[in-house]
């Protein structure tokens, strides 16, 4: 309404694309023709998603300002396979180290008056860097003649770099470092040196999904990183049990509700594979880990787990050649190992202090749950600080994970005594016949 008289910054955060999955039904029926529930519903909201960006531009062209806006899209993680997410040929998902998890896509439409060139930009970019790129565009394309002062300078301990430069002119990124992920209590570490990138600890489970078909998980099985037979079968029999198991939920169970009981049945499995493959790529909060609930990264850094019995805790691959992260060099390439860890060390020097999941203000009255946004007065130490959303969510997951063992046990048993009383059937007509 206001023509374009006054500037504008407008962040428009959507819940689109996430759980609850959640559509019109017009939307819907645009997506019918993919076979997965979960992901026809993913689908959906991605095209209300692009509907209403359309009604965001339409909105700006009526005002006369669309030729005078910067528009950027972007979104903060990988997707979420279970939840219909697509990060092929990305390996891993949401909060994972891996690629799959800290790759997204993007685009930004500028206006003419910039003279940007068009094309795909391939240079690294962090989410860090949007702030001084975005100062910098403003600070270059709003001064005018009799305008002497500019922003003000930036803090000197600023992760973001201006990145203006590179995508005006398809350039090369003033960014070749990044840490990508950082947390004590996972254990997992991931950090980026131009085309190196350094993993260590536990990132996730190694996954690569495609597209899925009928069932919600298609997984490369020829892409696991297994190194005997017997566990590739164990793999294989793994996944064939989870996708029964998620396709029942989906069967039985309508959205959203049917969501909590697929990451439940998904965490399980994960820490199964771990178990029959001697590895540790699944990380997720526990008890154990949340007993000291604050800490920083400088007092506890991560180590190089070179020995670790539990599979891989450290992996080094080579993106500009394996953007799937499909051969860990590490112990080939041990001296580039050692460099990108000194240098990620260094970026500790300033790290603020984590904290373990939701933790809450021990003051609080019981039931009461609150994020880690705690006044600077509030002490949070020993079992006081435990979350108490993952001391539900860790019994919950036990007693599910528990449930659905004696499940499968009951009905192991059930067709062992179904074929052994048609045997027996067919062994007592057979002698009937002969008599």
């Not at 896509?105 to 003279?115: D, T």
Request: charged letters at 20%.
């Amino acid at each position: 309404s206001a023509e374009g008289t006054h500037p504008l910054f407008l962040y428009l955060s959507y819940t689109a694309a996430h759980d609850p999955l959640q559509a019109d039904e017009p939307y819907i029926k645009q997506c019918s023709h993919i076979p997965s529930r979960t992901r026809r519903l993913f689908c959906a909201m991605m095209r209300q998603l692009d509907s209403n960006l359309e009604r965001v531009k339409k909105a700006l062209v009526d005002a006369h300002m669309w030729d005078n806006t910067l528009f950027i899209f972007t979104s903060d993680n990988g997707g979420m396979p279970v939840c219909g997410g697509f990060n092929y040929p990305f390996r891993g998902a949401k909060s994972m180290a891996w690629e799959g998890g800290v790759r997204v896509p993007g685009f930004i439409h500028a206006p003419p008056y910039m003279n940007w060139q068009p094309g795909d930009y391939d240079g690294l970019v962090h989410v860090a860097d949007w702030l001084p790129t975005l100062l910098s565009i403003v600070d270059t394309h709003t001064q005018t003649d009799s305008q002497a002062t500019s922003t003000p300078p930036l803090p000197p301990l600023l992760d973001g770099m201006d990145m203006k430069d590179a995508f005006a002119t398809q350039g090369p990124s003033p960014r070749t470092k990044a840490v990508l992920q950082q947390d004590i209590f996972l254990n997992s570490t991931s950090y980026r040196s131009g085309c190196l990138k350094l993993l260590l600890g536990c990132p996730g489970q190694p996954s690569v999904y495609k597209e899925p078909t009928e069932s919600l998980f298609n997984i490369d099985l020829n892409d696991m990183p297994l190194e005997s037979g017997s566990s590739r079968s164990i793999a294989r029999f793994d996944i064939r049990i989870l996708q029964i198991l998620i396709d029942s939920v989906e069967y039985f169970i309508s959205p959203p509700l049917d969501q909590f009981f697929k990451y439940i049945i998904v965490q399980q499995f994960s820490k199964m594979n771990d178990y029959f493959l001697g590895t540790s790529f699944t990380h997720i909060l526990t008890s154990y880990q949340l007993r000291g609930t604050k800490a920083s990264l400088s007092e506890i850094p991560p180590t190089l787990e070179w020995d670790s019995t539990a599979g891989p805790r450290v992996m080094l691959f080579d993106l500009c050649v394996d953007p799937s992260e499909r051969k860990n060099i590490a112990n080939e390439r041990r001296e580039d190992v050692e460099r990108l860890y000194k240098e990620f060390r260094e970026t500790l020097v300033h790290s603020p202090m984590q904290f373990a999941g939701d933790v809450f203000d021990d003051k609080a009255p019981r039931g009461s749950d609150s994020g880690p946004w705690l006044s600077d007065d509030v002490i949070i130490t020993g079992d006081e600080g435990t979350s108490r959303v993952f001391e539900r969510f860790e019994k919950l997951t036990w007693w599910l994970g528990a449930a659905v063992i004696a499940v499968l046990s009951v009905i192991v048993m059930a067709v062992v005594a179904l074929c052994y009383f048609c045997r027996r059937g067919k062994k007592q007509v057979v002698k009937k016949k002969i008599e």
